[in-house]
């Protein structure tokens, strides 16, 4: 019982009228909220932990309206006198997400377009639910709030130069059409309605994190889905749910002029833009997740396909996304360049995961060095701090390390070379993924980037938060 939060085990109890036997802590997402799936002879729960207390009641409030209008949303069981604490309908395991991500690989979305068009089609139902009144409107001071996302979390630490006072002269135009587009009162705005927001029981589509929700215009949504980034629908799926959306709102709110519903739905895929940019930039480039980073280029992909609408009444700001579009930056690895990932991690925490799919490489173990997080004085610290390289390097263990991992390395990346393979992952391993595999994973990605310029190598310090990539030679993120 030592596993479960208190506070889960009381609520459980309370609902169930008896105590949980076991509790596993669940994957979270973007957020601070922390998951357990509860379980109790054959009741099962999850529990939720959330320092948000507001977030947490809108949570609560808004999944028991959508319950009382008959939408598919998870039961609230129980909530905490402070809504530090809720436990609620344990839907599965199942997310929309992780079945977009596997047609995408195979290129055929066919199986899953019927699941998709009844996502799109619950939608309005949510949009126009009775008595959904959240609190909280679609106005400009929000919508700034997403538009200096972009500028101050993906824009500066873009590194392109910009003229602050054009671009807010464009903002400004911006934010008053996007407020121009809202005369569909009273429809609520889902905020994040996406894939990985709706898990599918029993075949069926379920809703989930719907607490940003609040009043606003109906165009937002079916935008956040349709087009988002990393689902990637091809161009014909994406008209056929807009159809079906569309539909299903004529029936829902009455007669909609189609021609300035898909106006309107330009400027929101544009507003959408900025703020998914924001968002991975604020994210990979600032607290450096590898997973954000990697989707950067896909955003900008689908940033020049959005451009080839034109956009000639925000002139300043579309030069700045056409050169956004264009950068090397955050290009992805070329299909017949050799990427060598290279991670440091704690085993603690596990291996990495190997993302290519073909499971090749090393996993190299560091715990037989001698470890500087025994002392005080480098307890703070990480191998990529001189007094903590300098400790290593003096003690000589290390480098004796490196130079048989070298040689090993080198070899495999010659002859991955040679025979056209692009995927190699080497990871070290320590206690806390803080000082030794930081270290060797630090120097084996300076020596690959160094002696290789033709390989590409990503350096991901998992347990650091850090992520840097190597093109030809040199440091480029």
Known sequence: ??????????????????????????????????????????????????????????????????????????????????????????????????????????????????????????????????????????????????????????????????????????????????????????????????SRNVMVKDGKPWFIDFQGGRKGPVYYDIVSFVYQVRAAYPKSLREELLDAYFGELENIAGHQDRAQFNTRLRLFRLFRMLQVLGAYGFRGLTEHKAPFVVCIQDALDSLKELLEEGFPEYPYLKSLLSQLSSMDRFRKNPGDRLEVRIYSFSYKKGIPEDYSGNGGGYVFDCRAIHNPGRYEEYKSLTGLDAPVREFLENDGGILQYLTQVEVLVDAHVHTWLGRGFTSLSVAFGCTGGQHRSVYCAQALAEHIAGKYPEVRVVLNHRERGIVRIYQDGEEVL
């Open 1 to 194: 019982m030592s596993n479960i939060p208190g506070i889960l085990v009381e609520l459980f109890g309370s609902h169930f009228g008896f105590a949980p036997e076991s509790a596993v802590a669940l994957c979270g997402s973007g957020s601070n909220r922390r998951y357990f799936r509860i379980r109790g002879g054959e009741c099962t729960a999850i529990g939720v932990l959330g320092m948000d207390r507001e977030e947490n009641r809108a949570f609560v409030s808004l999944a028991r309206d959508f319950r009382r209008a008959g939408l598919n949303v998870p039961e609230v069981y129980a909530v905490a006198q402070d809504y530090a604490a809720y436990i609620q309908e344990d839907l599965g395991d199942v997310l929309l997400s992780d079945m977009v991500s596997r047609v995408r690989k195979s290129g055929d979305y066919a199986p899953l377009k019927p699941l998709l068009e009844d996502v799109v089609r619950a939608l309005p139902h949510f949009q126009f639910a009775e008595g959904v009144h959240p609190e909280v409107c679609f106005d400009s001071r929000r919508i700034f709030y997403d538009l200096n996302y972009f500028k101050y979390c993906f824009l500066k630490p873009a590194g392109l130069e910009f003229d602050e006072n054009a671009l807010q002269d464009d903002f400004e135009r911006l934010c008053d059409d996007l407020l121009a587009c809202d005369d569909m009162d009273p429809a609520f705005l889902y905020r994040d309605f996406q």
